[in-house]
C-alpha cells in the first residue's frame, strides 16, 4: 500500500501532464486524492512493517503528517476544480502536474526512515511547488518564486551538511556510517559529542528555514501572498508539516543520544520560536495585505509548535495536535481568502470591505478561520495552544508561558484590526464588481474542513488520540 501511495500521485501527475483538455484536467486532482486519502485511512489504521531494510516505514509520527496532508490535499484538489474554471485564459497542465508530483514527495517524507532519502524527499517538494507559486506570470510572483527557492535552498543545503556531519560523528564512533534512523537510535549514546552538536546546529538552521522559523521567513510573506489560495495553504499545512518531521526526526536523535543534546536542542527550539512569534506579533500588526498577514500567521504557528516541542513532556502532545490543527485551519483561511481576493480583485484592507455582504459564505469562513486559528473556543487550535500552555506552567517555564500567552494576545488584537473590517460593514462603493460570486465547488471545501476543526475541538476521534499519544511516545513521553 506504501508503494501505492507513492506511485498514484506520480501515475496522476503523468496522466495531467498527457490530458490536453484545460477543462478536464484539472478533474485528475479530486480523483487522485480521493484515491490517495483512502489508502491513507488504510495505512493508519493497519500499518505495515517496515521495508527496504528498514529505510520505509509508517510510524505514528509519519502517520500523523501524512493523515493531515491527504486531508488537506483532498480538500484543496476538489477546491482547484472550481477555481480553475474561472481561470482558464491559462493552462493549468503545470499546476496540476506539479501538485500531485509534490503530494507524492510530501508521502515519502512521512514514510521515509532513512535521513538521506528524507532530504531527498523534502528537496522535491521545494522544486516541485515553486512552479506553482509562479503561477499568476507577473513580476511580484517571479520575485516570489526567487525568494522562495534562494532561501528554502540555502537552508536545505545547510541541513545537508548536518547529515554529514551525524554521519561524520558514527563514523568517529567507530561505527557503520549511516543515516538509518533506527540505527541512529539505537547507537545515539556512543555518537561523537562534538560532531553531533554541529550537526544539530545545521539540521535546526536548514529545516527551520523551510518551515519558517524566524529570522529564517523571510520567503514567507512573499511566496504566500503571491501564489493561488490551494497553493498557499499546502504550503503552510503541507510543506512546513514536512519539515517540521524532520525536526521531529533530530529530536529523536537528541532524545537517544543523550540529556545535554537533547536539552541545547529544546532551548535552541523554545528560543527560535519565541523568536517567530515576536516577529508575527510586529509584523502582522496592520497588515494591509491579508494574504501576508496569513503568511505571518503562519510565522507564529510554526514558532508555537517548536516552542511546544522545546518544551518536552506534556507540550509534546498539544504540539502534534497543533500540527494537524493549524494546517487543516490554514487551509480554510487561504481558500476563502483566495475567494475574496477573485470577487474584489484586490487583496489590500483598503479596497477589500463587507466581505460577508459580498460573500456571504467566503467571509464567513473567513471569519470563523481566524477565530479559530487565534485559538479561540470551541475549536480544536484552542485544545491544542492550551495544552502547550498550561504544560509550561506546570513544569515551573513561566517566562516562557507569559511570553507566550502575551504574544498570543498581540497577535489576535492584530489579526482582528485586519480581519474585522474586511468582513464586516457594506462593500465600498469604488470596488469594482467581478461577477464572482460564492459557487458549490469553491465554498464545500473550507466548509467541511471547517466542520472538521470544529469537531475535533468538541470530541476529538479516540483512534486520532491514540494515534497523538504513540507519536507522542517516540517522542519521550510515557504512554
Known amino acids: 500500500m506504501i508503494t501505492a501511495l507513492l506511485l498514484i500521485p506520480l501515475l496522476g501527475a503523468l496522466a495531467a501532464w498527457v490530458i490536453p483538455d484545460n477543462r478536464r484536467r484539472p478533474l485528475v486532482l479530486p480523483v487522485i486524492a480521493t484515491l490517495h486519502l483512502g489508502l491513507t485511512v488504510l495505512l493508519l489504521a493497519d500499518p505495515p512493517p517496515a521495508s527496504l531494510n528498514g529505510w520505509i516505514w509508517l510510524d505514528p509520527l509519519g502517520g500523523l503528517v501524512l493523515l493531515c496532508i491527504s486531508l488537506l490535499f483532498t480538500v484543496c484538489a476538489f477546491y482547484a476544480v472550481g477555481y480553475l474554471a474561472y481561470r482558464q485564459e491559462r493552462s493549468n497542465r503545470v499546476l496540476c502536474m506539479g501538485l500531485l508530483v509534490c503530494l507524492a514527495a510530501m508521502g515519502l517524507v512521512t514514510v521515509s526512515q532513512h535521513l538521506g532519502l528524507l532530504w531527498v524527499a523534502l528537496e522535491t517538494t521545494t522544486v516541485s511547488m515553486a512552479p506553482l507559486i509562479y503561477f499568476n506570470k507577473n513580476a511580484r510572483s517571479i520575485e516570489a518564486t526567487w525568494k522562495y527557492l534562494l532561501i528554502c535552498s540555502v537552508g536545505i543545503a545547510l541541513a545537508l551538511l548536518g547529515l554529514l556531519f551525524l554521519a561524520y560523528s558514527t563514523y568517529l564512533a567507530q561505527q557503520d556510517a549511516t543515516l538509518l534512523l533506527s540505527a541512529l537510535l539505537a547507537t545515539a549514546r556512543g555518537l561523537n ?239 469594482t464588481p467581478s461577477g464572482y460570486r460564492d459557487s458549490l465547488l469553491m465554498v464545500c471545501p473550507p466548509l467541511v474542513t471547517m466542520a472538521i476543526i470544529l469537531v475535533l475541538g468538541v470530541w476529538p476521534p479516540a483512534p486520532l488520540l491514540t494515534l497523538l499519544k504513540n507519536g507522542a511516545a517516540l517522542l519521550g513521553v510515557p504512554s
Not at 508555537?304 to 522545546?310: D, E, Q
Not at 478561520?369 to 473556543?377: D, N, Q, W
Open 193 to 431: 559529542p562534538g560532531w553531533l552538536h554541529a550537526a544539530v546546529i545545521f539540521l535546526l538552521v536548514g529545516y527551520g528555514s523551510k518551515m519558517g522559523l524566524a529570522p529564517l521567513h523571510t520567503w514567507k510573506p512573499d511566496a504566500y501572498g503571491e501564489a493561488p489560495g490551494m497553493v498557499g495553504a499546502l504550503l503552510a499545512g503541507g510543506l512546513v508539516n514536512c519539515a517540521f518531521l524532520a525536526i521531529l526526526r533530530v529530536y529523536q536523535v537528541c532524545l537517544a543520544s543523550g540529556s545535554t543534546e537533547l536539552r541545547f536542542f529544546q532551548q535552541a527550539l523554545v528560543g527560535m520560536g519565541l523568536l517567530s512569534m515576536a516577529f508575527a506579533a510586529v509584523f502582522m500588526a496592520r497588515q494591509a495585505d491579508f494574504k501576508r498577514m496569513l503568511a505571518y500567521s503562519s510565522v507564529e504557528h510554526v514558532g508555537i509548535l517548536a516552542i511546544g516541542l522545546g518544551l518536552g513532556n506534556g507540550a509534546l502532545f498539544g504540539a502534534l495536535f497543533h500540527l494537524l490543527n493549524n494546517g487543516l485551519t490554514k487551509g480554510v483561511l487561504f481558500l476563502t481568502s483566495g475567494n475574496i481576493h477573485r470577487s474584489y480583485g484586490n487583496k489590500t484592507t483598503e479596497v477589500v470591505r463587507g466581505a460577508l455582504t459580498r460573500l456571504p459564505w467566503s467571509g464567513g469562513l473567513f471569519l470563523a478561520g481566524f477565530i479559530a486559528i487565534t485559538g479561540s473556543p470551541p475549536f480544536a487550535p484552542f485544545i491544542s495552544e492550551y495544552t502547550i500552555v498550561s504544560s509550561a506552567f506546570v513544569d515551573g517555564r513561566y517566562l516562557v508561558a507569559g511570553l507566550l500567552l502575551l504574544f498570543l494576545t498581540i497577535v489576535f488584537i492584530g489579526m482582528a484590526l485586519t480581519v474585522l473590517p474586511m468582513v464586516m460593514g457594506a462593500p465600498p462603493e469604488e470596488a
